[in-house]
Structures are given as structure tokens and as C-alpha cells.
């Protein structure tokens, strides 16, 4: 792949992901511009969003575990609901296409996708090894207390969801425009 195809891709890419946002009908939008120069087919520009969902929520849970290392599975929980809302399309096709796959390829892809899906879930939270036979069945309650948790909550930013309510600090009056500027001064 030339340079300028991998841009032209990326930029298509990100028009599909705005296209999806926007209709929110869990289809895949191939009427977008440059989709149907830039993807094979359905299946690659499925694969195409399943990696960038992949990829968001991965650095989501980094975020996530690097405030809260202790709730591994509310960690967890928060990052796939917080990844949900940031790509709320592409979820939806994700979603869709797992329980309607057009062909045998995407039925196969699409299970390769959960199941690593879950496995980067329940891993994560701590609760299989890498190499865990349980890890898509936890991965499974993990993703449903996720999807639980995306139904009620907006996003959380990670200071937010875990913050100790014991360090919050009391917001100070703040002193008249004159009384600040005198404190400045004679700092």
C-alpha cells in the first residue's frame, strides 16, 4: 500500500466511522465516498472498523487501569461503555453484523472478533490468563455489565470515575477582581 493510498484509506475510513455516527442504523455505509475504491468489500471495511474499535478500546482500558488499578472489572466496564460512546456507529455494526453476518466469512470473522473481544476484556480485568479457556465466558459478563453500564451513564473520564471523595477539595471563594490583583502584587 502506496503512502497516499494509506491516507486516502484513513480519510475514508474516518468518513465511514461520522457516516455510521450519524445514522446510527447498524449498517455498514458503503454509499460514503471513496469506500468503494479504498475497501474490497463489506468484509474488509468491516475488519477495517472492528481493528479501530479494537484499537480505541484497548487504550481505553490503559487509560482506565492506570487511574483505577484496582477495580479491575469496573475499569473494565467503564472503558467498553466509554469506547461505545465514542464510536457509537461503529458499535452498531459491530453488533449488527455479529448477529447478521452476509456471509460465511463475516459469521467466522465476526466470532474471531468476540471471542477476542472478550478475551482482551476478561484478561484485563484480571479475571483469565492469556491463555484461559474461561475468558470469553467472563468476557462475556464483562461485556453485558459494560453494555449495562452504557445504557445508564454518559462517558467517564478515568480522574472522574475513580477519584477518592476524601481528596476533593473544597472550591474557595474567589475575592473580588481588586482583592486578587492586591494578592498578586504583594506575592
Known amino acids: ?31 460514503v465516498d471513496g469506500v468503494t475504491e479504498t475497501f474490497a468489500d463489506e468484509l474488509d471495511l468491516l475488519g477495517a ?9 484497548a487504550g481505553q482500558i490503559e487509560a482506565m487501569l492506570a487511574h483505577q488499578p484496582m477495580n479491575l472489572d469496573e475499569a473494565v ?41 472478550r478475551h482482551l476484556l476478561a484478561v484485563n480485568a484480571g479475571r483469565a490468563s492469556i491463555s484461559g ?3 470469553r465466558r467472563v468476557g462475556a459478563v464483562l461485556e453485558e455489565r459494560a453494555r449495562e453500564l452504557h445504557r445508564e451513564l454518559p462517558p467517564i473520564a478515568p480522574d ?9 477539595v473544597e472550591p474557595q471563594p474567589r475575592g473580588s477582581l481588586l482583592e486578587r490583583l492586591r494578592a498578586f502584587v504583594a506575592a
Open 77 to 117: 466496564a467503564i472503558a467498553w461503555s466509554n469506547t461505545a460512546h465514542l464510536l457509537p456507529g461503529v458499535r452498531l455494526i459491530l453488533d449488527h453484523y455479529r448477529d447478521e453476518p452476509t456471509s460465511d466469512a463475516m459469521a467466522r470473522a465476526m466470532r474471531a472478533a468476540t471471542a477476542k473481544e
Open 1 to 31: 500500500m502506496t503512502w497516499k493510498a494509506y491516507h486516502s484509506r484513513g480519510e475514508t475510513l474516518r468518513a465511514v466511522i461520522a457516516a455510521s455516527a450519524v445514522r446510527r442504523d447498524g449498517l455498514l455505509p458503503m454509499d
Open 160 to 168: 472522574v470515575a475513580f477519584a477518592d471523595p476524601a481528596d476533593a
Open 49 to 57: 472498523l472492528t481493528l479501530k474499535w479494537h484499537t480505541r478500546l
Open 133 to 135: 479457556e474461561g475468558a
